[in-house]
């Protein structure tokens, strides 16, 4: 419980928010939400001339 605290204060994530969807997914059988940062944007491509 711990880590999962410290990964998601460190991303700036809310805790309670996140354990909610991981309760409600796993009485629903779906797949549990990530801990995985999210991305923020995309790398950017370079193109050769």
């Given amino acids: 419980?711990?880590?999962?605290?410290?990964?998601?204060?460190?991303?700036?994530?809310?805790?309670?928010?996140?354990?909610?969807?991981?309760?409600?997914s796993a009485r629903f059988g779906q797949a549990p939400p990530s801990l995985l940062p999210l991305a923020t944007h995309q790398p950017e491509t370079l193109i050769a001339p």
Avoid at 10 to 19: E, H
């Fill in 1 to 24: 419980m711990l880590t999962t605290v410290s990964s998601l204060t460190m991303q700036q994530r809310d805790v309670l928010d996140f354990l909610t969807q991981a309760y409600w």
